[in-house]
Each structure stands twice: as structure tokens, then as C-alpha cells.
């Protein structure tokens, strides 16, 4: 398994409830297969620039071991998913 990392934000017009299950979703999808090594929700900050008419987002960094093809569901996931504004999954080379 290789060491990843990845950033998401999540839109800030939902409810509480749903983005603490759209966290819950993404972290299943890894631990499917990988383990989470460390969890950070940074909590609602404010964009650098408006992306689709938003300029808050809920952050979210994840470091997790996974196999390419968790990784590979988890990016086919990401695209798909309404909540998320943007996101970014790294390989950790540290």
C-alpha cells in the first residue's frame, strides 16, 4: 500500500448532518481496502476565489495507505458527488 493524501471541500449551503455523513461516505470508501492514518476536518474557511458561486467551504484533509484502485474508486466518487466543491488526492513522498 502506498501513502496518499487528500484535500476536499464541501459546499457550506447543507446541513450539518450532511457533511458529517459525506465525511463518514469518503472515509468508508478508503478504509475499504486502506486505513486512515490521520483525520483533520479544518473546519468552514473561506475560498481564495468563488468557485461555483460559493466563497465559504467546510476543509477536510485526509492521510491514508491505500491500494490505486481505492484510490482510483475514490476519485471516481469525488467527481460524482454533489458536495464537494474541489478536491485533490496526492501520493505522500514524506
Same mark, same amino acid.
Given at each position: 500500500m502506498r501513502k496518499y493524501e487528500i484535500m476536499y471541500i464541501i459546499?457550506?449551503?447543507i446541513e450539518q448532518e450532511a457533511v458529517q455523513s459525506t465525511i463518514?461516505?469518503?472515509? &468508508? =470508501? =478508503? #478504509? #475499504? &481496502?486502506?486505513? @486512515?492514518?490521520? +483525520?483533520? %476536518?479544518? !473546519? /468552514?474557511r473561506r475560498l481564495a476565489y468563488e468557485i461555483e458561486k460559493f466563497r465559504? !467551504? +467546510?476543509? %477536510?484533509? @485526509? +492521510?491514508f495507505n491505500a491500494t490505486p484502485e481505492v484510490v482510483s474508486e475514490l476519485d471516481r466518487v469525488m467527481k460524482i458527488s454533489d458536495e464537494i466543491i474541489r478536491y485533490l488526492i @496526492? /501520493?505522500? %513522498?514524506a
Open positions: 459546499r457550506t449551503d463518514e461516505k469518503f472515509q &468508508g =470508501i =478508503i #478504509n #475499504n &481496502g486502506g486505513e @486512515v492514518t490521520k +483525520h483533520d %476536518v479544518m !473546519g /468552514k465559504d !467551504g +467546510h476543509y %477536510v484533509l @485526509v +492521510h @496526492v /501520493k505522500d %513522498v
